[in-house]
């Protein structure tokens, strides 16, 4: 379930870093949403096997932030797999939650630790923590419409 800072509309905040994360927080809490109360089962169902599910979804966007704070800004290794759209069977609704949140923990303690919004990635110096941050609202707002549309396709559930 979607803690209340996760439901929460986001407020304005002086400090520009607090902001992105308020609304990554948010949009990390649409997607949390979408998920809360399914089965594994159900979090796998797509719409005559089309688009990605829902756990899909959580899976995706939880590889997605890694990728973009431990590549793109630490230099870490990273790759990317075409199974992080569709995770096995082993990956149960409750660890793609729990890794979600762990990852979005990380990603905030490795954004509140940089220097500047203008740091640049260590990975990707083209880029700096600005740009990764809008990138993660983007991404994750469009997945979270995505799961959104897929949760009502699944069983009529609507809302933020």
Known sequence: MPTDEEIDFP????DE???FLRWLRFLRGAVLRKIDGLSDEGAR???DGALISVIGIV???????WRWIDGALLGGAVDESQDEYRPGR???????VAAYRARAAATDAVVRS?????ARGRGRPDVDLRWVLLHLIN??????GHADATRELFDG???E
């Not at 407020?11 to 002086?14: E, F, K, L």
């Open 139 to 144: 991404e994750t707002a469009r997945h979270a």
């Open 45 to 47: 169902w797509t719409p």
């Open 11 to 14: 407020v304005a905040d002086p």
């Open 114 to 118: 940089m220097p500047a919004l203008d």
């Open 157 to 159: 559930t609507t809302g």
């Open 59 to 65: 899976n995706h966007l939880t590889h997605v932030e």
């Open 17 to 19: 870093r607090e902001l």
């Open 90 to 96: 082993e990956v149960t609704v409750t660890e793609a």
